[in-house]
């Protein structure tokens, strides 16, 4: 057992020399490679390391070495700089490459995406599918105020009674017509077809035209006439109607096929 131990010891010492040894002789290494000549400790990647790191982990991931004054660029990291740590690693680095202080820059808070629609504090936004005609010949844009008709239901069984137009929402404003654009950076939008073309629209709030689909209006409506919008917007067909200076509309009994003459 005693002698196990002994061994064991031995082991190790040899181990700790070994490890001395193999520094000493990378350090002399560095030394003889710039004898003759000025040196400077510079810090390198000990590994890869990817672009938005935090200064604080890629100073975990440096080793110095010593390198010709003469080869060293301008920037170099000669140690490490805790007022790095709150930076960002602008790109990423690969095992052995040289730290420069223009790598590291300060967090850009990425923008929060803008909106087109400004919706009235007690409105909800609320957009229904209609084709040109019931947008008026297309001719409604943002801010115009509209009557908003319902013929239920949309596809009747021979059953039910005759398909009836109401006036659903008698007074509604327009917030947006058309869809909201593309982002810059997105996919390719498909080809137009003949019945949804994507054309230039100039429906946002200040009046700068943006593509998207024609066919499609957002109106801002109270809480309850949100849900009876959706509703109709299902299973009814739906009409805009562009209000006059001083028309008023009234909700009524409506008209149906048997009452129309």
């Known amino acids: 057992m005693r002698r196990r131990v002994l061994i064991l010891l031995a082991a190790l010492l040899l181990a700790v020399i070994s ?30 390391i990817p672009a938005d790191t935090s200064g604080a982990d890629v100073a975990k991931l440096t080793e110095s070495i010593l390198v010709p004054a003469e080869t060293v660029p301008t920037g170099a990291l000669t140690g490490w700089d805790s007022s790095l740590d709150g930076l960002r690693l602008t790109a990423p680095l690969e095992a052995s490459q040289l730290l420069l202080r223009p790598l590291f820059q300060t967090p850009v808070p990425s923008a929060s995406p803008s909106r087109r629609l400004t919706v009235p ?16 010949a297309g001719d409604v844009t943002t801010g115009d105020e509209v009557t908003v008709y319902a013929s239920c239901p949309l596809q009747p069984r021979d059953s039910d009674p005759p398909p009836q137009t109401r ?18 950076a997105g996919p390719a939008s498909p080809g137009p077809s003949a019945s949804h073309q994507r054309e230039i629209i100039g429906t946002t709030g200040g009046g700068q035209a943006t593509t998207g689909e024609r066919y499609v209006v957002t109106l801002a409506v109270g809480a309850k006439d949100a849900q009876r919008l959706v509703h ?20 009524g009994d409506g008209v149906d096929t048997d009452g129309l003459y």
């Open 167 to 184: 006036a659903l929402l008698p007074r509604t404003e327009i917030i947006a017509i058309g869809e909201a654009p593309e982002p810059a």
């Open 232 to 251: 109709a917007s299902r299973y009814c067909a739906l009409h805009l109607a562009m209000l006059g200076a001083t028309v008023k509309v009234t909700p």
């Open 19 to 48: 490890g001395i040894s193999l520094l000493s002789y990378v350090r002399g290494a560095d030394r003889r490679a710039v004898q003759g000549k000025q040196g400077v400790w510079v810090l390198i990647a000990t590994r890869h």
């Open 121 to 136: 504090p007690d409105r909800l936004a609320v957009t229904v599918a209609l084709s040109i005609a019931p947008q008026v």
